[in-house]
């Protein structure tokens, strides 16, 4: 399946980023935590589709979505479907830091088990696997620089049988 995404890096008031813990239901045991975000639906802007996606997975509405600073490739599969994806990363803020899952899908139900802000130090110190791979590195220069002229391109990770990210519907 090929699709566009809309992924967000979202920071709450402390500049802490916000992840989502996950994994694919066929490979319980293989988790990872992932930034908010999904497919772009029908011919939705992706703006649209970052904000819509937030909404939905951490009930977070009225953030400020700010540039496209990534982006990156990635073919992988989760829960028996294979994707290759164009991912595309915004800069957004909160004001707020309370999280609300009831607008998850059921699948984002069966596999998201934890929400949870992340400082940058914990972040980088991390040992867990993170996506996108080098999620601390861009964190650190978009905090330090202010976002890109153009967005970076991320690292294009290596296809799996199974996934070893999350995605959403």
Same mark, same amino acid.
């Given at each position: ?17 916000? #992840?989502?813990? +996950? ?5 319980? +045991? ?5 930034? $908010? &975000? &999904? ?22 509405? +009225?953030?400020?979505? &700010? ?14 479907? *294979? ?15 309370? %999280? ?6 059921? %699948? ?6 934890? !929400?949870?802000?992340? *400082?940058?130090?914990? %972040? ?11 999620? &601390? ?9 202010? $976002? ?5 391109? #991320? ?5 799996? *049988?199974? !996934? ?6």
């Amino acid at each position: 399946m090929r699709r566009r995404a809309a992924r967000v890096l979202l920071l709450d008031p402390a500049e802490r980023i916000l #992840l989502l813990h +996950g994994f694919d239901p066929l490979v319980p +045991g293989r988790t990872w935590w992932f930034t $908010p &975000g &999904g497919g772009v639906e029908g011919e939705e802007e992706l703006a649209d589709a970052a904000r819509r996606e937030v909404a939905e997975e951490t009930g977070i509405t +009225g953030i400020a979505l &700010g540039p496209l600073v990534a982006r990156r490739a990635s073919v992988f599969s989760f829960d028996g479907r *294979s994707f290759d994806q164009d991912e595309w990363y915004y800069l957004a803020r909160t004001g707020t830091t309370a %999280l609300d899952a009831s607008g998850q899908t059921e %699948l984002e139900l069966r596999t998201v088990d934890e !929400m949870r802000w992340w *400082s940058l130090p914990e %972040l980088l110190a991390s040992t867990e696997t993170v996506y996108p791979e080098g999620l &601390g590195s861009l964190l650190a220069s978009l905090l330090a620089a202010g $976002p890109p002229d153009r967005p970076v391109r #991320l690292p294009c990770p290596t296809p799996w *049988s199974t !996934m070893d990210e999350h995605t959403h519907s």
